[in-house]
């Protein structure tokens, strides 16, 4: 079992940023791939970023490139997504995801999912 805890949602006005953070316990941290997902009120769960284990790959859905940004930092067993540039649509549930191997673009390619932090984006 691999527990992931979110933070650093919050409210912020159009073309602000936040910083979520996603620390993570359990098994060994350092060797799975990260990742983070999104959900908004009426909408399915959407893919936005992801990391492999050394950190020297990233993906990005369309919606957030240039404008997110996904690290980690393994000595502190933690993921990063920082978020410039924030769009009202940028509303949603933000939940970080852990793959053992593959890095987790699809729903099917999570293995663990936090429980989310709420991101709102007011005009």
């Known amino acids: 079992q691999v527990q992931l805890v979110e933070s650093g949602g919050g409210l912020v006005q159009a073309g602000g940023s936040l910083r979520l953070s996603c620390e993570a316990s359990g098994r060994t941290f350092s060797r799975y791939a990260m990742g983070w997902f999104r959900q908004a009120p009426g909408k399915e769960r959407e893919f936005v970023s992801a990391?492999?284990?050394?950190?020297?790959?990233?993906y990005y859905g369309d919606s957030v490139k240039g404008r997110f940004t996904i690290s980690r930092d393994n000595a502190e067993n933690t993921v990063y997504l920082q978020m410039n540039s924030l769009k009202p649509e940028d509303t949603a549930v933000y939940y970080c995801a852990a793959n053992s191997l593959a890095v987790p673009r699809g729903l099917r390619q999570v293995h663990y999912w936090g429980q989310g932090t709420q991101v709102t984006v007011s005009s």
């Open positions: 990391i492999n284990w050394s950190g020297d790959s990233t």
